[in-house]
């Protein structure tokens, strides 16, 4: 079946600029998160959503980052005034609940590029 | 967060099998213990997990010690696409918990 998407899969923008990143999770899982992945390290949580609701943000680095799941499936991750800082693959993961033995299936990532 | 401590990188030679050792001397009676690998250019996809008993699949194996301060992920046979990096990640018990991941370990396999 259809895995995670996220588009675009890359994406290059100017310092001050506004960007969405968007995610199509596995279709039923109720379960969503984001993370941010710097070159040579593993992944970094930025926030959960369990439905429409954000259960955890505490990842979000500050508050030029924001995201949301209208819906309870699509999620948009939003970034205002882009910093070079900000250049990172950002990654989507969904799973059937958010239950400790539950997987985390991942998307392939966007590419962000901040110059 | 519990934290995990692995090698940074391994070898290993086309079809031998691989053992990928992982330390949680902090991991508390009720976390999972997760293995993520992550191809290039890809998001990381889901190895193996257990809690206490060794688990079997199509992918791996997973040896729990019986303190359960450290585990190993066992490939039986590496092949050149298991070259990736390898996560063990701690699931604790709080509901929706997300993954913290380290470094990992970066396997290379040579033909």
């Known amino acids: 079946g259809a895995g995670v998407s996220q588009t675009p899969s890359n994406k290059v923008t100017e310092k001050g600029k506004y960007v969405e990143l968007r995610c199509d999770p596995i279709?039923?899982?109720?379960?969503l998160y984001w993370y941010r992945q710097s070159l040579g390290q593993g992944p970094e949580f930025l926030i959960y959503?369990?439905?429409?609701?954000?259960?955890?943000d505490s990842g979000l680095p500050n508050d030029r980052f924001f995201a949301v799941r209208p819906e309870g499936s699509v999620s948009t991750l939003k970034i205002q005034r882009t910093e070079r800082g900000d250049s990172a693959v950002y990654l989507c993961?969904?799973?059937?609940?958010?239950?400790?033995?539950?997987?985390?299936?991942f998307g392939p990532g966007t590419r962000l590029l901040v110059l | 967060d519990a934290k995990t401590t692995q090698p940074n990188s391994m070898e290993s030679n086309e079809e031998e099998p691989v053992h990928l050792p992982c330390n949680h001397s902090?991991?508390?009676?009720?976390?999972?213990i997760h293995w993520y690998r992550q191809l290039p250019s890809q998001g990381p996809e889901y190895v193996i997990h257990g809690l206490t008993s060794n688990v079997n699949n199509r992918m791996a194996s997973l040896a729990i010690a019986e303190d359960r301060k450290s585990s190993t992920l066992i490939l039986h046979r590496a092949t050149l696409r298991d070259a990736a990096v390898y996560y063990c990640?701690?699931?604790?018990?709080?509901?929706?918990?997300?993954?913290?991941f380290g470094p990992g370990t970066r396997l290379s396999v040579l033909p």
């Open positions: 279709s039923g899982h109720t379960a």
């Open positions: 993961a969904s799973s059937r609940s958010p239950g400790r033995q539950e997987t985390q299936y």
């Open positions: 959503f369990q439905g429409t609701g954000a259960a955890d």
């Open positions: 990640i701690l699931r604790p018990d709080n509901y929706g918990q997300n993954f913290v």
């Open positions: 902090t991991i508390s009676g009720t976390d999972y």
